[in-house]
């Protein structure tokens, strides 16, 4: 798990798990939830049905609930044991940035969206852009699926090659560019570089030395950590 250096997070303890609605591949959630120290969950919308067939009980539930059944829901309401909250469909807010507000609300230190991924680009893109409410509350937050974890650095970030997600780390910037871009440990450095929007300069780098660093000056990143 990269160390993304910010001092806000020294203050708050809540490691927050949420299931959105994307695809979820059930034996990579279930060894990732098993390894992490998780204090609340949240789930969202079809992200439920997945929490109701193994068994996982969340801490709240969110959503308009326009992809979860019925009986699902209702099941729920009728145990009275979760409190629910419930959105019209018709709304500004995707579930999940209502998720995702709802954990910063928790007290989160960390967040760990599963499902912000999957078929609908368009989502995924969006999903990838709210992580910026985390990144201005000083909150690591990241989009994992069992082939990416997806995250931004508007500061620094350090990741340590015995516990590198993937082989491969990718650096875009979070709008037209970023600046004063340094890697070091990586098998392609940068040194007080500029990534830009038109350019593919920061894809697919690889972690050489035991422990790799990334920091920019000016802007955000956002770090694809991935594996085929």
């Known amino acids: ?53 193994y068994g996982i009980r969340p801490d709240l539930i969110v959503g308009d609930f326009d992809s979860v059944s019925r009986e699902i829901i209702e099941g729920y309401r009728r145990e009275g044991k979760v409190p629910i909250r419930t959105y019209n469909p018709v709304k500004d807010d995707t579930d999940t940035q209502i998720a995702l507000e709802k954990a910063l609300e928790a007290g989160s230190s960390r967040i760990w969206i599963l499902g912000g991924t999957g078929t609908r680009l368009d989502h995924v893109l969006g999903n990838i852009c709210i992580l910026k409410q985390a990144d201005r509350a000083g909150v690591p937050a990241f989009l994992v699926d069992e082939h990416n974890r997806i995250s931004l650095v508007s500061s620094r970030a350090v990741l340590k090659k015995e516990e590198q997600f993937g082989a491969y780390v990718s650096f875009l910037p979070l709008g037209d560019r970023a600046f004063g871009v340094n890697l070091t440990g990586f098998k392609y450095p940068l040194s007080d570089s500029v990534l830009t929007s038109d350019n593919s300069l920061g894809i697919s780098n690889e972690i050489t030395a035991d422990e790799a660093c990334v920091s920019v000056q000016g802007g955000t990143l956002i770090m694809i950590e991935s594996r085929d």
């Open 1 to 53: 798990m990269p160390a993304i250096c910010n001092a806000a997070e020294k203050d708050r303890k809540v490691k927050t798990l949420f299931i959105s609605v994307g695809n979820i591949s059930s034996d990579f959630a279930l060894d990732f939830m098993e390894k992490q120290n998780i204090d609340y969950i949240i789930a969202a919308d079809r992200g439920l049905a997945f929490a109701r067939r």
